[in-house]
């Protein structure tokens, strides 16, 4: 054997342990993907998930989100109002999920369902009806009336009609809130 075919056999070795190095990363990555990313279930019965939120967190308050942290995921929240046993005034750092959401990623104030991951940690509830006041119609939990797309110039209208009707609906659930808390 030349010296030159037994060259040309390495690099055609090491090509197919590079390739297959490339096919079993790219499958790890790709099973990974399909086993961290959520399904989050389009539900139509606002009052279904409402109630379901109500019943499976361990907190439900309004907050004011003091700070936010989008690179770790995380913010501090201030306890404005609680609807269970969190005392008003306190402070925590919340977490979300980046991918499930809902992603508390601005200050203001926000109502929050969520669970305690440690004492001080309050992790928010994936796929939740966890939103912001400012932007409610951001909350992809939460069934709205859908219409058709807008033309360019009907946007606005649009927008402002969409907000119009999230925040009703968040209006209306902090009222029953603030009944069953009775």
């Given at each position: 054997?030349?010296?030159?075919?037994?060259?040309?056999?390495?690099?055609?070795?090491?090509?197919?342990?590079?390739?297959?190095?490339?096919?079993?990363?790219?499958?790890?990555?790709?099973?990974?993907?399909?086993?961290?990313?959520?399904?989050?279930?389009?539900?139509?019965?606002?009052?279904?998930?409402?109630?379901?939120?109500?019943?499976?967190?361990e907190?439900?308050?309004?907050?004011?989100?003091?700070?936010?942290?989008?690179?770790?995921?995380?913010?501090?929240?201030?306890?404005?109002?609680?609807?269970?046993?969190?005392?008003?005034?306190?402070?925590?750092?919340?977490?979300?999920?980046?991918?499930?959401?809902?992603?508390?990623?601005e200050?203001?104030?926000?109502?929050?369902?969520?669970?305690?991951?440690?004492?001080s940690?309050?992790?928010?509830?994936?796929?939740?009806?966890?939103?912001?006041?400012?932007?409610?119609?951001?909350?992809?939990?939460?069934?709205?009336?859908?219409?058709?797309?807008?033309?360019?110039?009907?946007?606005?209208?649009?927008?402002?009609?969409?907000?119009?009707?999230?925040?009703?609906?968040?209006?209306?659930?902090?009222?029953n809130?603030?009944?069953?808390?009775?």
């Open positions: 054997i030349s010296q030159t075919e037994i060259i040309a056999l390495t690099l055609a070795t090491s090509m197919n342990t590079f390739k297959n190095i490339v096919l079993s990363l790219s499958f790890f990555l790709l099973g990974f993907a399909i086993v961290y990313s959520c399904n989050c279930p389009i539900v139509k019965d606002l009052n279904k998930i409402q109630e379901y939120e109500y019943e499976n967190s907190c439900i308050f309004v907050g004011e989100v003091l700070s936010v942290n989008l690179d770790n995921h995380t913010f501090e929240i201030e306890v404005i109002e609680s609807f269970d046993e969190t005392n008003s005034g306190t402070i925590y750092t919340g977490k979300y999920d980046p991918i499930c959401g809902p992603r508390v990623n200050k203001g104030m926000w109502l929050i369902y969520g669970f305690f991951e440690t004492n940690i309050l992790m928010v509830n994936s796929c939740g009806l966890t939103r912001s006041f400012r932007k409610p119609e951001y909350c992809i939990s939460v069934p709205m009336k859908m219409t058709p797309a807008p033309e360019k110039d009907e946007y606005d209208v649009w927008k402002k009609e969409w907000n119009k009707n999230a925040t009703e609906i968040l209006a209306t659930e902090l009222q809130l603030r009944k069953k808390k009775k």
